[in-house]
């Protein structure tokens, strides 16, 4: 079953799941875009998913 939505290189853990949080794309500061081209951190969406608090 595919995973929805699909998670980006950036993303520490699928968006809503317990101890996460969105943050900025630390590579591209939130545009998408790198070097003129699409953030392949985030997928071109300026934000990542970041695990939050201790673990």
Known sequence: MAQEPPLNPGDEAEPGETGSGEDICPDCNG??????????????TGKVTQGIGGG
Do not use: L, V
Request: glycine share 28%; proline share 0%.
């Open 31 to 44: 545009s998408g875009k790198r070097e003129g081209a699409e953030c392949n951190t985030c997928g071109g």
